[in-house]
Each structure stands twice: as C-alpha cells, then as structure tokens.
C-alpha cells in the first residue's frame, strides 16, 4: 500500500499549484485523508482534511481546496494566491479509523499511511 504526492514546484506569489496523492494497493474511498506540510525547522502542520466533510487549517481557508476522486483513487489539494508562508514539502495522509472530534483530523499521529512528501516553494 503506497501514497504518492506529487505536483510540487517554484511558483511565484500569488501563483496557483495542485498537488495530487495517489493511492496504490487498495483503495481510500472511505478512509479520512488529508494534507499536512512541513517547513524547514518546523513541525509538521495539518493543512486540510476530507473526512465527515473538509477541514482546513485557518491560515489556507478560502485558498485551498482539497477534494478527491474516488474512480481514479487520488486526492488533490488545490492551492490558489500562494505566500511565500506557503512553502514546505506537503505530505498526504490517510486513515481507516474513524475521526470523532474535530480536532482529531488535524494530529499528525492519528493517520496511519502517508506519502513521500513533495516540494512547493513560493518566492516572493
């Protein structure tokens, strides 16, 4: 079983970005999946969530859009306006157990499958 982002990349501010996870060796669609990214010398941060609905941290609301497509077994995180804040290798994250808090959705160690992680970089 393997997640695989990819979609990364230099953009400048204000630029748009999508990212993808594909899922390999069984299928996602009923499982909460999410994005969370890490910056050089940080931790690393939830960024959204499509669990019980979509979730999203407070500073990529209105921005990003994270959705997926369960025929072809991947996750999108679409990223519009980027700041330079934005940057940092992005992960997708995914779980079969079941998120019964809203803040659940955005700890780390509560997903049990993640992808490699993929570099955007905005420049200012």
């Known amino acids: 079983v393997q997640l695989q982002a990819s979609g990364g990349g230099l953009v400048k501010t204000g630029d748009s970005l999508r990212l993808s996870c594909a899922a390999y060796?069984?299928?996602?669609?009923?499982?909460?999946m999410a994005w969370f990214r890490q910056a050089p010398g940080k931790e690393r941060e939830f960024v959204a969530a499509d669990g019980r609905g979509t979730y999203y941290r407070e500073s990529v609301k209105g921005r990003f859009t994270i959705s997926r497509d369960n025929a072809k077994n991947t996750m999108y995180l679409q990223m519009n306006n980027l700041r330079p804040e934005d940057t940092a290798v992005y992960y997708c994250a995914a779980d079969d157990r079941a998120f019964n808090t809203r803040s659940s959705f955005s700890q780390v160690d509560r997903y049990y499958y993640w992808g490699q992680g993929t570099l955007v970089t905005v420049s200012s």
């Open positions: 060796g069984r299928t996602f669609s009923r499982a909460t």
